[in-house]
């Protein structure tokens, strides 16, 4: 009787576990596929479904058209790592401990890779990484050392560095698709396809250099900004197009001679224009020439004829043209975004050939598309490049989600959201619990109402950016944006506070913190600045 009872509990048991087996197998099966897409330095105006008029970008504008795209998304913290770390692990960077480009991450902290990887995902990591330790919770990695390069980019993959043939938006998306048929189709698979482009110095692939030598692109109404009625930090930034990019590096203002000559010898007496500057601008110019030359020698002769083939007229110009200050300024802007822009081409392709193989597979609607970039950037606008401080234009970053089970065709959502918030999102739907330690909140509640802004949802979003002083030399500073205005204080070696009533102006072009009529308003803006701080647990501008 006894071994009856215990053959009977046997089996009963093993019935259970073949139950919750083939329950688990059906959710796997069931469980969306996720395809995360980030750029690096991508802006919302170099977006034709944002509305841009500077260039059209199709395979970008299918994601928003068939899915949903959010006009008020912001970064935490607007630079390269520190963005990654806090997408990654859903907290901010005084948590995660990235605050700047310059602190390494920690990967044996709890990121979405990782628990996706424990509930059965197969997960990948390709293209940019750029957070100086080795990538954790991938099965599979293949990430830029660095900044990585634009052309016969090297990869560390797995451990190992190899260098690829090609250029890096291809070369990435090689990798990607490379991996997708390679991988157990009977697993869900999360893809973490990050690119270099259009990240400094703006080197288009062959195919496309010299495509818009000859446009002309509008100019922003701010290029030519002085900075009055705003504090310090917008006047010492080193960001300026006129007085902050290079003429080789930036610019691509070097003929084959000189480069030729400085590869040769990396002699300043063998540089042919040295003697049309002062000693010091020399030795910039040298300076200028090796960053150009260290990108410039890893093309093939063919690629290198293609280039100079396509910057010889902007050289000629620069040689022979006498600018005043201000024809400079616009002039270089053009050259910045001619190159800026082309970048863009050839990513776009690569997303839209990215999303044809999802479809040849018949997994493309199965698929929650994330298509984002670390952080806004300027083109121009108040006469910056980069990005760092908390204006708009930087501050801003594309979000666009296509997943159709869930996001309706073509909407829009005004929600204040925060890269924040897309770990816990991305978690929500792939059916995993959102751990409590995550800070951000899942876009669930904003596509159920179809982009509308949710009740109880927040009213403002958080910023806090640390690298200072270094690159750009943007000051610290904290601050929030509500609906309608933005709150920032500079701190460390300044105490300066800024307001602006982005209904009135959206340029950001007053600082309103003293003006009579916002009188009543400024202290409370500031305790809801403070409860902000409280509820990110955030008092590190306090330990600065």
Request: glycine fraction near 6%; proline fraction near 4%; aromatic fraction near 12%.
């Amino acid at each position: 009787m006894r071994n009856i009872k215990s053959i009977s509990f046997l089996l009963a048991v093993l019935s259970l576990w073949a139950c919750q087996h083939k329950r688990a197998n059906e959710n796997k099966s069931n469980a969306p596929n996720i395809l995360f897409i980030m750029t690096d330095d991508h802006t919302t105006q170099a977006m034709s479904c944002y509305g841009s008029e500077l260039i059209s970008t199709p395979n970008l504008d299918r994601i928003a058209n068939e899915g949903m795209r959010f006009d008020n998304c912001y970064v935490t913290n607007a630079i390269c790592a520190p963005s990654r770390a806090v997408i990654l692990t859903g907290k901010h960077s005084h948590l995660n401990g990235v605050t700047d480009n310059a602190k390494v991450f920690d990967g044996t902290q709890q990121t979405y890779p990782k628990l996706l990887q424990k509930a059965g995902y197969q997960t990948a990591m390709i293209g940019k990484w750029h957070l100086g330790s080795s990538p954790t919770g991938f099965d599979y990695w293949s990430v830029l050392p660095g900044q990585g390069n634009y052309y016969q980019p090297e990869f560390i993959e797995m451990g190992d560095t190899i260098t690829e043939d090609g250029y890096v938006t291809d070369v990435i998306t090689d990798k990607a698709i490379k991996w997708l048929d390679k991988r157990d189709t009977q697993q869900p698979f999360a893809m973490v396809y990050q690119h270099k482009a259009p990240h400094r110095n703006w080197m288009p692939a062959p195919r496309h250099l010299g495509v818009f030598e000859d446009k002309v692109f509008p100019e922003p109404s701010t290029l030519f900004d002085n900075y009055e009625g705003r504090g310090s930090a917008a006047r010492e930034q080193e960001m300026e197009i006129g007085n902050h990019m290079w003429d080789a590096w930036d610019f691509k203002l070097a003929t084959q001679s000189e480069l030729e000559a400085f590869g040769k010898n990396n002699q300043l007496e063998n540089i042919k224009d040295a003697k049309h500057h002062d000693v010091a601008g020399a030795n910039k110019r040298e300076q200028d020439l090796e960053k150009l030359y260290r990108v410039y020698s890893r093309m093939t002769p063919e690629q290198q004829q293609q280039w100079h083939k396509a910057y010889t007229k902007r050289i000629k110009k620069h040689r022979d043209h006498k600018f005043n200050y201000q024809e400079l300024i616009s002039w270089k802007y053009q050259l910045y975004m001619r190159d800026y822009m082309a970048c863009l081409l050839s990513l776009d392709e690569n997303i839209g050939r990215l999303l044809q193989h999802l479809d040849e597979k018949g997994i493309l609607d199965n698929t929650i598309i994330v298509y984002t970039s670390d952080q806004g950037f300027f083109l121009g606008e108040h006469g910056w490049f980069d990005k760092r401080i908390m204006y708009e234009q930087c501050y801003r970053m594309p979000l666009l989600i296509r997943y159709p089970q869930v996001v309706k065709n073509g909407t829009v959502s005004k929600a204040l959201c925060m890269n924040l918030d897309f770990a816990p999102t991305l978690l929500d739907y792939a059916g995993v619990v959102i751990p409590d330690d995550m800070q951000g909140r899942s876009l669930r509640p904003v596509f159920e109402k179809d982009g509308a802004v949710p009740a109880n949802w927040r009213k403002a979003t958080y910023y806090h950016y640390y690298e200072y002083p270094s690159w750009h030399s943007v000051k610290r500073h904290y601050g929030m944006r509500t609906e309608r205005f933005k709150l920032i204080h500079f701190y460390n070696d300044v105490d300066e506070w800024e307001l602006y009533d982005l209904e009135n102006d959206p340029q950001e072009l007053n600082n309103v913190i003293d003006h009579p009529e916002y009188t009543d308003l400024v202290p409370n803006l500031k305790k809801q600045l403070e409860k902000l701080q409280a509820e990110y647990k955030d008092n590190s501008a306090k330990q600065n």
